[in-house]
Nanobody, 127 residues
Framework: QVQLVESGGGLVQPGGSLRLSCAAS????????MAWFRQAPGKDREFVAG????????YSGDSVKGRSAISRENAKSTIYLQMNAPKPEDTGLYYC????????????????????WGQGTQVTVSS
């Protein structure tokens, strides 16, 4: 059974920085692409960033492009999301997810491609 545990959320000031972590267990981590999604109150879940199983390719959602970076450490079964200069509109519950098919490099923005999700970590961007 796959387990994903996010951490690193909290209150951050606009223009600051934040780093989220997601630790995975229960699946051979290095075979699977991973992603971050977020959901703001009253809005649909939104793709934030994705990374292929070997870290060779990364993708960012339009709303965070140029301000965020996703990375992974396969030795620690962990992915990260670094966000610089967050804005109030970045506020939301951030989830990590693991792709349902090993060694996939496409379609990482489609949440239907993920079969395991963490509980989420709340990020609030406010002064």
């Amino acid at each position: 059974q796959v387990q994903l545990v996010e951490s690193g959320g909290g209150l951050v000031q606009p223009g600051g920085s934040l780093r989220l972590s997601c630790a995975a267990s229960g699946r051979t981590f290095s075979r699977y692409s991973m992603a971050w999604f977020r959901q703001a109150p009253g809005k649909d879940r939104e793709f934030v960033a994705g990374i292929t199983w070997n870290g060779g390719m990364t993708y960012s959602g339009d709303s965070v492009k140029g301000r965020s970076a996703i990375s992974r450490e396969n030795a620690k079964s962990t992915i990260y999301l670094q966000m610089n200069a967050p804005k109030p509109e970045d506020t939301g519950l951030y989830y990590c997810a693991v792709h349902k098919t090993p060694y996939r490099s496409r379609g990482l923005a489609d949440e239907r491609e993920y079969d395991a999700w963490g509980q989420g970590t709340q990020v609030t961007v406010s002064s």
